[in-house]
């Protein structure tokens, strides 16, 4: 992203679950707030008929609409895993690159013993809090976090806030490590593993390399490509997942699950009629650290 100006892929992203929170027959993943999140540019899209009737044909579903099950897939997973670590007693969400995510508007007045760091690049931030006093005050339990992290480690940047170093705590990192460098991702996990608590716990995507895929999903991942390379915030991290595996597990961490876009369609997606599912193009990876 471009000093100075939110992330377009973030606007774009939250684009896509209003999308579907409006248009979706019992959406995967509910966003009231999506909407009024995203861009001005944005919503004059959402708005046009034309725009609404191609986002939402079974044809853009079955290709290009492996975005909307990416971005809706991921966030269900994440807060999936989220609500389960809650009920075994963890009072710390981090939501690393949080983007234009809505559960502090959503969630956090049911969670008041949640304390809840938002931690992303200033100027997302800095946007995103604008956004967020148009619907009232921002909930007692919430803390912003800035940070830049190709020249910052998160374990820094948490250092500054309220953050309870001797307590667990669930990061939540979607849809950013695609963006970095991968030796970037593997050192902001290694600054988790190194900076938190036993028993704290880690979901992130990940994208798969793209030699690996075949079909609409390889034309799927080029086109992604291409598209965020217009937004000027290029694709850059890809990995395999033997190799993401064995560094996670030197770091400390236990791979808890690795569902694949396949498993993701299967789990939130499956059978439904209008063709909505996850591209193969990226996986959930779900970390616990047991160091």
């Known amino acids: 992203m471009k000093e100075g100006q939110s992330s377009r892929t973030a606007e774009a992203a939250a684009a896509l679950r209003a999308n579907h929170f409006q248009h979706a027959e019992n959406p995967v993943f509910s966003d009231p707030f999506a909407f009024e999140l995203t861009s001005k540019g944005w919503k004059k899209l959402l708005t046009t008929s034309l725009t609404v009737k191609v986002m939402n044909s079974p044809v853009f579903n079955r290709t290009l609409g492996l975005l909307t099950g990416q971005v809706v897939g991921r966030s269900s997973y994440a807060e999936d895993q989220l609500y389960e670590a809650i009920e075994r007693g963890v009072k710390q969400y981090v939501l690393v690159g949080a983007g234009l995510d809505s559960f502090i508007l959503r969630q956090a007045q049911h969670y008041p013993a949640l304390k809840i760091f938002e931690v992303d690049h200033p100027d997302t931030q800095a946007a995103k809090q604008k956004k967020l006093k148009e619907f009232g005050e921002i909930p007692a339990n919430v803390e912003f976090v800035s940070i830049d992290f190709e020249k910052e480690s998160i374990a820094d940047a948490l250092a500054r806030s309220g953050f309870q170093q001797d307590q667990p705590a669930f990061y939540s990192w979607l849809g950013t490590t695609h963006y970095l460098e991968p030796q970037t991702t593997l050192k902001t996990l290694e600054s988790i593993a190194n900076f938190a608590a036993k028993g704290s716990e880690v979901v992130?995507?990940?994208?798969?390399?793209?030699?690996?895929?075949?079909?609409?999903?390889?034309?799927?991942?080029?086109?992604?490509?291409?598209?965020?390379?217009?937004?000027?915030?290029?694709?850059?991290?890809?990995?395999?997942p033997k190799d993401l595996h064995q560094s996670v597990e030197n770091m400390g961490y236990v791979v808890a699950e690795d569902l694949s876009g396949d498993g993701l369609s299967e789990r939130y997606f499956y059978k439904r009629p209008d063709h909505i599912r996850h591209t193969s193009a990226t996986h959930m990876l779900y970390l616990r650290l047991m160091k």
């Not at 994208?207 to 079909?215: F, N, P, T, V």
């Not at 034309?219 to 890809?238: D, H, I, N, W, Y």
């Open 204 to 240: 992130l995507d990940y994208s798969i390399d793209y030699r690996e895929l075949a079909g609409i999903e390889r034309f799927g991942s080029l086109f992604v490509s291409q598209f965020t390379r217009f937004l000027k915030e290029p694709l850059k991290g890809q990995f395999r």
